[in-house]
């Protein structure tokens, strides 16, 4: 158990619609990252969030947005979802800002877009 | 842009045997960070070694070691006394010293035979 919590773990859904990832980091982890495991794309580093505010961006699309929250979980929200959007969300937390320092994953969240 | 190339999708090795995963990459930047994952079928991301490009020396942890030779991009990973537990997918990643946006191989898959 990595200590990062992700809710919830399963997710199923139609194309058009929005839903709501949840992320809650390891105790005192103040950097939270985003990552999708797809079959087509693998994975990919998404967004970053520091302490509350927005530290680095990968290909996230523009349909997507995350935040912080001062009690330091993150939220990725997803609009407009699309078929190709079926796929495994992380989360992961280190205790700085720099990429480099040890993440630690949640389980992930299955998003099923039907 | 950084590119992780693993050229092995699978593998498998006998128990307590040796095994060694390959990864190249590609940049232009001379400090970076390099790191082996692992995913078990669990599907929880499991760091299992990180380089520091500046450091010569090879890293290792326990029966986990990586030969990382940097004029070469290349930077393997050597299991030794492969265990059971070992069965999982394997990522190589690469984030540059000051971006956080990590990139990902596509993995190998390393099966462990009783």
């Known amino acids: 158990d990595s200590g990062v919590t992700q809710t919830p773990k399963h997710l199923i859904t139609a194309t058009g619609q929005r839903v709501t990832l949840r992320c809650s980091p390891r105790s005192g982890d103040l950097s939270v990252y985003w990552y999708q495991q797809s079959l087509d794309q693998g994975l990919q580093f998404l967004i970053q969030y520091y302490n509350g505010e927005e530290r680095a961006k990968g290909n996230i699309l523009e349909r997507f947005s995350a935040q912080q929250f001062p009690d330091l979980h993150s939220e990725l929200n997803l609009s407009s979802l699309e078929l190709g959007d079926s796929a495994l969300y992380f989360c992961a937390s280190s205790v700085g800002d720099q990429g480099h320092n040890e993440q630690f994953f949640g389980p992930g969240t299955r998003l099923t877009v039907l | 842009a950084q590119t992780v190339t693993q050229s092995q999708p699978e593998m498998s090795v006998q128990e307590a045997e040796t095994v060694t995963l390959s990864c190249t990459y590609d940049t232009s930047e001379s400090n970076y960070y390099l790191f082996w994952y692992k995913q078990p079928p669990s599907r929880q991301m499991i760091l299992v070694i990180r380089?520091?490009?500046?450091?010569?020396q090879n890293a290792t942890e326990n029966r986990f070691s990586v030969n990382f030779q940097k004029a070469a991009k290349s930077f393997s990973l050597k299991i030794s006394d492969s265990q059971l537990g070992d069965t999982a997918m394997y990522f190589c990643?690469?984030?540059?010293?000051?971006?956080?946006?990590?990139?990902f191989g596509a993995g190998t898959r390393l099966t462990v035979k009783p």
């Open positions: 380089q520091e490009a500046y450091k010569q």
């Open positions: 990643a690469f984030t540059k010293y000051n971006n956080n946006d990590m990139r």
